[in-house]
Protein backbone atom coordinates (compact mmCIF):
# COMPACT_ATOMS: atom_id res chain seq x y z
CA UNK A 1 0.00 0.00 0.00
CA UNK A 2 3.25 2.13 0.75
CA UNK A 3 4.39 1.55 -2.44
CA UNK A 4 1.06 2.63 -4.44
CA UNK A 5 0.82 6.14 -2.42
CA UNK A 6 4.33 6.59 -3.74
CA UNK A 7 4.03 5.30 -7.44
CA UNK A 8 0.72 7.35 -7.39
CA UNK A 9 2.55 10.66 -6.03
CA UNK A 10 5.32 10.15 -8.46
CA UNK A 11 3.11 9.76 -11.77
CA UNK A 12 1.32 12.48 -10.51
CA UNK A 13 4.06 15.02 -10.36
CA UNK A 14 5.32 13.77 -13.97
CA UNK A 15 1.91 14.02 -15.13
CA UNK A 16 1.67 17.92 -13.29
CA UNK A 17 5.30 18.50 -14.99
CA UNK A 18 3.99 17.68 -18.47
CA UNK A 19 1.42 19.80 -18.09
CA UNK A 20 3.48 22.46 -17.55
CA UNK A 21 6.14 21.80 -19.89
CA UNK A 22 3.71 21.44 -22.58
CA UNK A 23 3.22 25.22 -22.90
CA UNK A 24 7.06 25.58 -24.17
CA UNK A 25 6.85 22.48 -26.08
CA UNK A 26 3.75 23.80 -28.31
CA UNK A 27 4.28 23.33 -32.44
CA UNK A 28 5.81 26.14 -34.20
CA UNK A 29 4.01 27.24 -37.30
CA UNK A 30 7.34 27.90 -39.25
CA UNK A 31 9.65 25.21 -40.94
CA UNK A 32 13.26 24.81 -39.24
CA UNK A 33 15.93 25.84 -41.43
CA UNK A 34 17.34 21.65 -42.52
CA UNK A 35 13.33 20.81 -43.01
CA UNK A 36 12.80 23.56 -45.68
CA UNK A 37 16.18 23.12 -47.60
CA UNK A 38 15.10 19.42 -47.59
CA UNK A 39 11.17 20.33 -48.76
CA UNK A 40 12.63 22.86 -51.78
CA UNK A 41 15.31 20.85 -53.06
CA UNK A 42 13.62 16.87 -53.12
CA UNK A 43 11.76 16.95 -56.58
CA UNK A 44 13.19 20.49 -58.41
CA UNK A 45 16.51 22.49 -57.10
CA UNK A 46 19.99 23.05 -57.16
CA UNK A 47 20.40 19.44 -54.50
CA UNK A 48 17.67 17.57 -56.38
CA UNK A 49 17.07 13.79 -54.78
CA UNK A 50 14.89 13.48 -57.80
CA UNK A 51 12.27 12.26 -55.64
CA UNK A 52 9.09 13.67 -54.82
CA UNK A 53 8.53 11.63 -51.45
CA UNK A 54 10.73 13.68 -49.12
CA UNK A 55 11.14 10.97 -46.63
CA UNK A 56 12.50 8.15 -48.85
CA UNK A 57 15.06 11.06 -50.60
CA UNK A 58 16.39 11.56 -46.66
CA UNK A 59 16.21 8.42 -45.91
CA UNK A 60 18.55 6.81 -49.04
CA UNK A 61 20.07 10.31 -50.35
CA UNK A 62 20.49 13.26 -47.85
CA UNK A 63 21.26 10.91 -44.91
CA UNK A 64 22.02 7.84 -47.10
CA UNK A 65 25.06 6.88 -45.02
CA UNK A 66 23.10 6.28 -41.39
CA UNK A 67 20.60 4.35 -43.22
CA UNK A 68 23.34 2.13 -44.89
CA UNK A 69 24.73 1.77 -41.99
CA UNK A 70 21.20 0.78 -40.08
CA UNK A 71 20.99 -1.80 -42.65
CA UNK A 72 24.04 -3.45 -40.83
CA UNK A 73 22.65 -3.26 -37.65
CA UNK A 74 19.60 -5.31 -39.25
CA UNK A 75 22.21 -7.36 -40.86
CA UNK A 76 23.63 -8.65 -37.69
CA UNK A 77 20.92 -8.71 -35.58
CA UNK A 78 19.41 -11.39 -37.99
CA UNK A 79 22.69 -13.17 -38.14
CA UNK A 80 23.24 -13.47 -34.41
CA UNK A 81 19.80 -14.86 -34.42
CA UNK A 82 20.88 -17.79 -36.72
CA UNK A 83 24.01 -18.28 -34.99
CA UNK A 84 22.33 -18.87 -31.98
CA UNK A 85 19.60 -21.22 -33.42
CA UNK A 86 22.24 -22.91 -35.83
CA UNK A 87 22.47 -26.21 -34.04
CA UNK A 88 19.14 -26.93 -32.82
CA UNK A 89 17.14 -29.68 -35.10
CA UNK A 90 13.33 -28.71 -35.71
CA UNK A 91 11.00 -31.45 -34.69
CA UNK A 92 8.13 -32.24 -37.14
CA UNK A 93 4.60 -33.31 -35.65
CA UNK A 94 1.26 -34.34 -37.29
CA UNK A 95 -1.32 -31.92 -36.18
CA UNK A 96 -4.72 -31.88 -37.92
CA UNK A 97 -4.78 -28.47 -39.29
CA UNK A 98 -7.41 -26.06 -39.64
CA UNK A 99 -10.75 -26.02 -41.64
CA UNK A 100 -10.77 -25.48 -45.28
CA UNK A 101 -12.70 -21.93 -44.27
CA UNK A 102 -9.34 -20.87 -42.69
CA UNK A 103 -7.07 -22.08 -45.16
CA UNK A 104 -8.87 -19.94 -48.14
CA UNK A 105 -9.16 -17.38 -46.05
CA UNK A 106 -4.90 -17.22 -45.57
CA UNK A 107 -4.59 -17.63 -49.31
CA UNK A 108 -6.45 -14.84 -50.34
CA UNK A 109 -5.72 -12.45 -47.50
CA UNK A 110 -1.87 -13.56 -48.37
CA UNK A 111 -2.04 -12.62 -52.05
CA UNK A 112 -3.05 -8.88 -50.83
CA UNK A 113 -1.00 -8.68 -48.85
CA UNK A 114 1.90 -9.84 -50.81
CA UNK A 115 0.40 -7.36 -53.53
CA UNK A 116 0.18 -4.36 -50.78
CA UNK A 117 3.60 -4.70 -49.67
CA UNK A 118 4.92 -4.99 -53.28
CA UNK A 119 3.45 -1.76 -53.95
CA UNK A 120 4.50 0.20 -50.81
CA UNK A 121 8.18 -0.87 -52.20
CA UNK A 122 8.12 -0.17 -55.56
CA UNK A 123 6.25 3.54 -54.81
CA UNK A 124 8.61 4.17 -52.49
CA UNK A 125 9.75 7.06 -54.45
CA UNK A 126 6.54 8.35 -55.27
CA UNK A 127 4.11 7.70 -52.52
CA UNK A 128 5.31 6.99 -48.70
CA UNK A 129 6.08 4.04 -47.89
CA UNK A 130 9.61 2.27 -49.18
CA UNK A 131 11.42 -0.89 -48.60
CA UNK A 132 11.45 -0.94 -44.92
CA UNK A 133 7.70 -0.77 -44.62
CA UNK A 134 7.44 -2.82 -47.87
CA UNK A 135 9.42 -6.05 -46.47
CA UNK A 136 8.29 -5.87 -43.09
CA UNK A 137 4.66 -6.23 -44.96
CA UNK A 138 5.92 -9.22 -46.93
CA UNK A 139 7.36 -11.10 -43.69
CA UNK A 140 3.75 -11.22 -42.93
CA UNK A 141 2.44 -13.43 -45.76
CA UNK A 142 4.85 -16.59 -44.26
CA UNK A 143 3.86 -15.98 -41.03
CA UNK A 144 0.35 -16.01 -41.75
CA UNK A 145 1.06 -19.02 -43.88
CA UNK A 146 2.84 -20.95 -40.74
CA UNK A 147 -0.30 -20.38 -39.01
CA UNK A 148 -2.72 -20.96 -41.28
CA UNK A 149 -1.10 -24.33 -42.63
CA UNK A 150 2.20 -25.16 -40.71
CA UNK A 151 5.72 -24.75 -41.06
CA UNK A 152 6.44 -27.85 -43.21
CA UNK A 153 3.50 -26.45 -45.74
CA UNK A 154 5.88 -22.86 -45.93
CA UNK A 155 8.96 -25.21 -46.60
CA UNK A 156 7.33 -27.87 -49.09
CA UNK A 157 6.51 -24.83 -50.84
CA UNK A 158 10.11 -23.89 -51.79
CA UNK A 159 10.38 -21.22 -48.69
CA UNK A 160 13.00 -22.82 -46.12
CA UNK A 161 15.69 -21.27 -43.98
CA UNK A 162 18.52 -21.61 -47.06
CA UNK A 163 16.88 -20.13 -49.55
CA UNK A 164 15.91 -16.86 -47.38
CA UNK A 165 19.04 -16.93 -46.42
CA UNK A 166 20.31 -16.30 -49.94
CA UNK A 167 17.52 -14.09 -51.14
CA UNK A 168 18.52 -11.74 -47.73
CA UNK A 169 22.20 -11.34 -49.16
CA UNK A 170 21.03 -10.89 -52.72
CA UNK A 171 19.34 -7.69 -51.02
CA UNK A 172 21.79 -6.60 -48.92
CA UNK A 173 24.66 -7.63 -51.60
CA UNK A 174 22.77 -5.11 -53.84
CA UNK A 175 22.87 -2.12 -51.40
CA UNK A 176 26.57 -2.33 -50.90
CA UNK A 177 27.48 -3.14 -54.88
CA UNK A 178 24.71 0.14 -55.93
CA UNK A 179 26.41 2.11 -52.76
CA UNK A 180 29.68 1.48 -53.81
CA UNK A 181 29.52 2.08 -57.44
CA UNK A 182 29.51 5.52 -57.73
CA UNK A 183 33.01 5.61 -56.32
CA UNK A 184 33.77 3.84 -59.11
CA UNK A 185 32.23 6.12 -61.28
CA UNK A 186 34.27 8.85 -60.14
CA UNK A 187 31.75 10.78 -57.36
CA UNK A 188 30.75 10.08 -53.77
CA UNK A 189 30.10 7.39 -51.86
CA UNK A 190 25.68 6.90 -52.12
CA UNK A 191 26.00 9.33 -54.80
CA UNK A 192 22.55 9.32 -56.46
CA UNK A 193 21.93 11.69 -59.32
CA UNK A 194 24.05 12.60 -62.12
CA UNK A 195 25.73 9.07 -61.44
CA UNK A 196 21.84 7.01 -61.85
CA UNK A 197 19.38 8.13 -64.08
CA UNK A 198 16.51 10.17 -63.25
CA UNK A 199 14.49 8.63 -65.24
CA UNK A 200 14.35 5.74 -67.07
CA UNK A 201 12.44 4.40 -70.81
CA UNK A 202 10.18 7.51 -69.46
CA UNK A 203 9.32 5.98 -65.83
CA UNK A 204 10.51 8.15 -62.76
CA UNK A 205 13.30 5.44 -60.76
CA UNK A 206 14.94 8.59 -58.89
CA UNK A 207 18.35 7.45 -59.77
CA UNK A 208 18.97 4.88 -57.16
CA UNK A 209 16.29 5.27 -54.76
CA UNK A 210 14.07 2.64 -56.33
CA UNK A 211 16.67 0.47 -56.42
CA UNK A 212 17.75 0.78 -52.63
CA UNK A 213 14.14 0.23 -51.74
CA UNK A 214 13.64 -3.07 -54.06
CA UNK A 215 16.81 -4.22 -52.89
CA UNK A 216 15.83 -3.28 -48.96
CA UNK A 217 12.21 -4.74 -49.82
CA UNK A 218 13.81 -8.19 -50.63
CA UNK A 219 16.28 -8.14 -47.40
CA UNK A 220 14.20 -7.02 -44.35
CA UNK A 221 11.19 -9.66 -46.15
CA UNK A 222 13.43 -12.39 -46.05
CA UNK A 223 15.21 -11.58 -42.90
CA UNK A 224 12.36 -11.33 -40.83
CA UNK A 225 10.88 -14.96 -42.44
CA UNK A 226 14.19 -16.58 -41.49
CA UNK A 227 13.05 -15.46 -37.92
CA UNK A 228 9.81 -16.13 -38.60
CA UNK A 229 10.96 -20.12 -39.49
CA UNK A 230 13.10 -20.50 -36.59
CA UNK A 231 10.62 -18.79 -33.84
CA UNK A 232 7.90 -21.26 -35.29
CA UNK A 233 9.80 -24.21 -33.80
CA UNK A 234 7.96 -26.45 -32.12
CA UNK A 235 8.36 -26.26 -28.08
CA UNK A 236 10.81 -28.50 -27.26
CA UNK A 237 12.79 -28.20 -30.17
CA UNK A 238 16.21 -28.68 -28.43
CA UNK A 239 15.41 -31.87 -26.61
CA UNK A 240 16.27 -33.90 -29.67
CA UNK B 1 -1.04 25.89 -25.49
CA UNK B 2 -4.51 23.80 -26.25
CA UNK B 3 -5.89 21.23 -24.19
CA UNK B 4 -4.94 18.28 -26.90
CA UNK B 5 -1.55 19.17 -26.43
CA UNK B 6 -1.49 19.14 -22.50
CA UNK B 7 -2.78 15.66 -22.66
CA UNK B 8 -0.72 14.24 -25.33
CA UNK B 9 2.46 15.43 -23.76
CA UNK B 10 0.44 14.04 -20.20
CA UNK B 11 0.05 10.89 -21.87
CA UNK B 12 3.65 10.77 -23.31
CA UNK B 13 5.50 11.49 -19.57
CA UNK B 14 2.87 8.82 -18.41
CA UNK B 15 3.40 6.02 -20.27
CA UNK B 16 8.19 6.27 -20.41
CA UNK B 17 7.34 6.42 -16.44
CA UNK B 18 5.17 3.43 -16.45
CA UNK B 19 7.64 1.45 -19.20
CA UNK B 20 10.64 2.64 -17.13
CA UNK B 21 8.85 0.77 -14.24
CA UNK B 22 8.33 -1.88 -15.79
CA UNK B 23 11.47 -2.92 -17.61
CA UNK B 24 13.46 -1.95 -13.64
CA UNK B 25 10.61 -3.95 -11.41
CA UNK B 26 8.85 -6.42 -13.05
CA UNK B 27 10.52 -9.86 -12.65
CA UNK B 28 9.45 -11.73 -15.78
CA UNK B 29 12.11 -11.56 -18.89
CA UNK B 30 8.70 -11.51 -21.50
CA UNK B 31 7.40 -8.54 -19.33
CA UNK B 32 10.61 -6.68 -19.76
CA UNK B 33 11.09 -6.84 -23.23
CA UNK B 34 7.38 -5.86 -23.73
CA UNK B 35 7.71 -3.09 -21.53
CA UNK B 36 11.00 -2.03 -23.92
CA UNK B 37 8.87 -2.22 -26.54
CA UNK B 38 6.32 0.24 -25.51
CA UNK B 39 9.15 2.65 -24.46
CA UNK B 40 10.62 2.54 -28.13
CA UNK B 41 7.40 3.38 -29.51
CA UNK B 42 6.43 6.27 -27.26
CA UNK B 43 10.02 7.53 -27.82
CA UNK B 44 9.12 7.49 -32.27
CA UNK B 45 5.45 9.31 -30.97
CA UNK B 46 7.37 12.19 -29.18
CA UNK B 47 9.68 12.93 -31.80
CA UNK B 48 6.71 12.98 -34.14
CA UNK B 49 5.23 15.21 -32.33
CA UNK B 50 8.34 17.52 -32.29
CA UNK B 51 7.98 17.58 -36.02
CA UNK B 52 4.71 18.85 -36.07
CA UNK B 53 3.89 21.98 -37.78
CA UNK B 54 0.90 24.67 -35.74
CA UNK B 55 -0.86 25.56 -39.20
CA UNK B 56 -4.23 24.96 -40.71
CA UNK B 57 -4.32 21.39 -42.50
CA UNK B 58 -0.85 20.05 -42.27
CA UNK B 59 0.70 18.07 -45.25
CA UNK B 60 2.69 14.90 -45.24
CA UNK B 61 5.73 15.86 -46.82
CA UNK B 62 4.95 14.57 -50.20
CA UNK B 63 5.44 16.81 -53.38
CA UNK B 64 1.81 15.40 -55.21
CA UNK B 65 1.98 18.60 -57.54
CA UNK B 66 5.15 18.53 -60.09
CA UNK B 67 5.80 22.49 -60.07
CA UNK B 68 7.47 25.33 -58.06
CA UNK B 69 3.63 26.44 -57.10
CA UNK B 70 3.24 22.87 -55.81
CA UNK B 71 6.69 23.39 -53.53
CA UNK B 72 5.64 26.78 -52.18
CA UNK B 73 2.02 24.51 -51.10
CA UNK B 74 4.70 22.09 -49.44
CA UNK B 75 6.95 24.48 -47.86
CA UNK B 76 3.73 26.52 -46.56
CA UNK B 77 1.96 23.64 -45.17
CA UNK B 78 4.22 20.10 -44.97
CA UNK B 79 5.49 18.82 -41.63
CA UNK B 80 9.53 18.12 -40.76
CA UNK B 81 10.35 15.73 -42.64
CA UNK B 82 13.35 14.68 -41.08
CA UNK B 83 12.00 12.77 -37.16
CA UNK B 84 9.89 10.71 -39.74
CA UNK B 85 12.96 9.92 -41.61
CA UNK B 86 14.80 9.04 -38.53
CA UNK B 87 11.70 7.31 -37.21
CA UNK B 88 11.20 4.60 -39.57
CA UNK B 89 14.79 3.39 -39.00
CA UNK B 90 14.49 3.43 -35.26
CA UNK B 91 10.92 0.86 -36.06
CA UNK B 92 13.39 -1.02 -38.06
CA UNK B 93 16.26 -1.31 -35.30
CA UNK B 94 13.99 -1.83 -32.76
CA UNK B 95 12.02 -4.83 -34.06
CA UNK B 96 14.98 -6.72 -35.18
CA UNK B 97 16.49 -5.95 -31.35
CA UNK B 98 13.21 -7.18 -29.82
CA UNK B 99 13.73 -10.21 -31.46
CA UNK B 100 17.62 -10.89 -30.89
CA UNK B 101 16.07 -10.42 -26.82
CA UNK B 102 13.19 -12.82 -27.73
CA UNK B 103 15.53 -15.31 -28.61
CA UNK B 104 17.59 -14.56 -25.06
CA UNK B 105 14.41 -15.67 -23.78
CA UNK B 106 12.98 -18.71 -25.34
CA UNK B 107 16.98 -20.20 -24.93
CA UNK B 108 16.73 -19.36 -21.30
CA UNK B 109 13.13 -20.66 -20.91
CA UNK B 110 14.46 -24.05 -22.95
CA UNK B 111 17.69 -24.42 -20.41
CA UNK B 112 16.68 -23.13 -17.44
CA UNK B 113 12.73 -23.49 -17.50
CA UNK B 114 11.60 -19.79 -16.02
CA UNK B 115 12.06 -16.33 -17.35
CA UNK B 116 11.59 -15.14 -13.57
CA UNK B 117 15.11 -12.82 -13.16
CA UNK B 118 14.43 -14.61 -9.45
CA UNK B 119 14.35 -17.78 -9.72
CA UNK B 120 17.31 -17.17 -12.31
CA UNK B 121 19.51 -15.21 -9.92
CA UNK B 122 18.75 -17.63 -6.94
CA UNK B 123 17.15 -15.43 -4.66
CA UNK B 124 14.70 -17.47 -2.61
CA UNK B 125 17.49 -19.79 -1.50
Known sequence: MKKLITLSIILLAVLAGAYYLSSYLAPRAELNALGEFYLRNSYFGEHSAGSPEVVTAILWDYRGLDTYFETAVLFMAIISAVSIFRNIPSVSFHPRGF???????VKIVGLITFVAAATTAFHGHITPGGGFQGGSMLAVVPLLVIVGFSKKALEKAGLNKERALVIRTIGLLTIALAAFYPLLAGGRFM????????ELYG????????LFNMAEFLAVGAGFTIIFLLL????????A | MTFALALIVSSIAAIIII???GIAVRPNLVKKIICLGIFSDIINVAVILLG????????PPVLTDYSQKGVEELVRGAVDPLPQALTITAIVIGLAITVLMAYGAIHIQRKYGTVDVRKLVRWEE
Open chain 2, 52 to 59: YRAVKNPL
Open chain 1, 191 to 198: QNLSIYPK
Open chain 1, 232 to 239: SNPEGGSE
Open chain 2, 19 to 21: SLY
Open chain 1, 203 to 210: MLVSGSLS
Open chain 1, 99 to 105: TNITKTG
